[in-house]
């Protein structure tokens, strides 16, 4: 079946570090793949998405490329922020059928001052 | 505004209570799914609608049903509640065009506590 691993959390960071969570996958089909964050007693919000091989999805400073030949999505940011800390979770959906995503377990991020 | 409403935000029921959570969605997505969220298990999926009237079982569906009567509507029934069920449980909906899928709207969550 499907399925994604991420990095072992937590990960804790000076403000300005350079962040990047490692997400790797293996989908049975064509998958799209996607970055969620939550912050705190909130549900998840789309962070950014690729959805074909070599695309580049950006949002706030994070970026993350869709890599077929190694079936990873690495989310990256150059300098990290006290608001950037939250739980991150690497996803996936194959093309064919967009209500049914599988999951990472998440990383949490905490950036101290 | 626009998005995905869950309600109730929090619920304690006893063990054998039966209760329904309700999810609403106004973005005229044909996608909508139930998560549960666990301590160190991500989230797992309970069941998916690909549409009204088509509803399908996900990794943990056990205890659970659900009906699509509209494609705004899509509610949760916890048939009898036992503690495993405690959990913080998320819909969400999403939907997809020629080229790929564009990810999930998120409600913020249901907190339900059973004991």
């Known amino acids: 079946g499907d399925s994604v691993t991420q990095m072992e959390g937590p990960v804790t960071l000076s403000e300005e570090a350079f962040l990047t969570i490692n997400c790797t996958y293996t989908a049975t089909g064509y998958p799209s793949l996607f970055w969620y964050v939550q912050y705190p007693g909130e549900g998840l919000q789309l962070l950014l998405k690729?959805?074909?091989?070599?695309d580049k999805g950006s949002n706030k400073g994070f970026e993350a490329t869709y890599r077929k030949e190694t079936t990873s999505f690495h989310l990256e940011k150059g300098s990290v922020q006290v608001s950037d800390s939250a739980v991150y979770f690497c996803a996936l959906s194959l093309n064919t059928n967009a209500g049914k995503s599988t999951f990472g377990d998440g990383t949490t991020l905490t950036v101290k001052p | 505004n626009a998005g995905v409403t869950q309600t109730p935000k929090f619920q304690v029921l006893k063990t054998g209570q039966s209760m329904t959570l309700q999810c609403a969605q106004d973005?005229?997505?044909?996608?909508m799914s139930w998560y549960r969220q666990d301590p160190g298990m991500g989230l797992r999926l309970i069941h998916y609608s690909v549409g009204a009237g088509i509803t399908d079982q996900g990794e943990v569906p056990n205890g659970y049903n659900v009906s699509r009567s509209t494609t705004e509507d899509f509610p949760l029934r916890l048939l009898s509640a036992a503690p495993s069920q405690t959990s913080v449980y998320f819909c969400a909906s999403s939907y997809s065009r020629t080229g790929g899928t564009y990810g999930y709207t998120f409600g913020s969550g249901t907190r339900l506590t059973v004991v």
């Open positions: 690729a959805t074909k091989a070599d």
């Open positions: 973005m005229n997505h044909e996608y």
